[in-house]
């Protein structure tokens, strides 16, 4: 069964940037859908953008959208999550998340997801 561990997150301060990676391991890795997701205290678990391993095909939830980007090495089996812009709203756990679906078909519903990575905090601030 896959494993998924996350790296990348830290401290930086509003407009800042970071990359997250989401390492897959054991496992096939196309059929995958791969999710990153964040939950901030107090908070509701958010899905903030998900893509397919075989087509690429990603999506965004608005808040995001023109500042973060995701995207996918089939070598190295690793998902990544390029933030930009980054705004003190942004803050929270990052938890990156797969299901199998060999149709390639996205969601951000986080009961889709069957494997879970432990997540890493990201903290926007001056």
């Known amino acids: 069964q896959a494993q998924l561990v996350e790296s990348g997150g830290g401290l930086v301060q509003p407009g800042g940037s970071l990359r997250l990676s989401c390492a897959a391991s054991g496992g096939s890795w196309y059929g995958y859908v791969i999710g990153w997701f964040r939950q901030a205290p107090g908070k509701e678990r958010e899905g903030v953008s998900c893509i397919a391993t075989g087509t690429g095909t990603a999506v965004y939830t608005d808040s995001v959208k023109g500042r973060f980007t995701i995207s996918r090495d089939n070598v190295k089996r690793t998902v990544y999550l390029q933030m930009n812009s980054l705004k003190p709203e942004d803050t929270a756990v990052y938890y990156c998340?797969?299901?199998?679906?060999?149709?390639?078909?996205?969601?951000?519903?986080?009961?889709?997801?069957?494997?879970w990575g432990q997540g890493t905090q990201v903290t926007v601030s001056s």
């Open positions: 998340a797969a299901y199998q679906d060999f149709a390639s078909r996205t969601s951000l519903y986080p009961s889709r997801y069957e494997r």
